[in-house]
């Protein structure tokens, strides 16, 4: 079955940097596109970033681009993000999300992980 | 960027009553390229609607989508008690993803 886990998540101060980690297993990871989806506390859910089942496209929300870097490793079957400059909005719960394809874009997410915290506070 | 509008924001129903949730959004959704999620406390989100009216996989067939351009809708024929959470539309035919704010659906 597949599962996605995510992990790396925690307290940083502002202007800080972290890297989140979602190990994937249960399907073949190198054929699907991968997302990030964050969710603040009591809010709604909003799209981070995708990257392309081979690392080749990158997308990213406005409110992150810059400042955040997707990737992956295939032959870890392994997602990333690399949080730098958070700020205190960047407070979410992070999930890692399949792609339902492996195409250029994302699409709707059939499979989430149970989230990791990161909290930005002094 | 496309906004995604749900309604009610908070929905209360008893169990057996039929549920409709509305999404919609600022301009067309491209190809009805519209997902339902469903997420409960402490959870993350599942899929339970893709290209607004396919169920995803386990998906019970009393949950039905309709709906095209910027007017959807989820239903609910008949309320089962693990039926009740938080209801996300999404839309992924433009660029960036949007969700909705979502609704609530509770017990009356």
């Known amino acids: 079955q597949v599962q996605l886990v995510e992990s790396g998540g925690g307290v940083v101060q502002p202007g800080g940097s972290l890297r989140l980690s979602c190990a994937a297993s249960?399907?073949?990871?190198?054929?699907?596109?991968m997302n990030w989806v964050r969710q603040a506390p009591g809010k709604g859910l909003e799209w981070v970033a995708f990257?392309?089942?081979?690392?080749?496209?990158?997308y990213y929300a406005d409110s992150v681009k810059g400042r955040f870097i997707i990737s992956r490793d295939n032959s870890k079957n392994t997602l990333y993000l690399q949080m730098n400059s958070l700020r205190a909005e960047d407070t979410a719960v992070y999930y890692c999300a399949k792609d339902s394809t492996g195409g250029n874009w994302g699409y709707y997410f059939d499979y989430w992980g149970q989230g990791t915290l990161v909290t930005v506070s002094s | 960027e496309i906004v995604l509008t749900q309604s009610p924001g908070t929905l209360s129903l008893s169990p057996g009553e039929r549920a409709t949730l509305s999404c919609r959004a600022s301009?067309?959704?491209?190809?009805?390229?519209l997902a339902w999620y469903q997420q409960k406390p402490g959870q993350a989100p599942r899929l339970f609607m893709y290209?607004?009216?396919n169920r995803a996989t386990g998906i019970p067939d009393r949950f039905s989508g309709s709906g095209s351009g910027t007017d959807f809708t989820l239903t609910i024929s008949r309320l089962e008690p693990e039926d009740f959470g938080v209801y996300y539309c999404q839309q992924y035919g433009s660029s960036p993803i949007t969700f909705g704010q979502g609704t609530r659906l509770e017990i009356k």
């Open positions: 990257i392309r089942y081979d690392g080749s496209n990158k």
């Open positions: 249960g399907f073949t990871f190198s054929s699907y596109g």
């Open positions: 301009q067309s959704v491209s190809s009805s390229y």
């Open positions: 290209g607004a009216y």
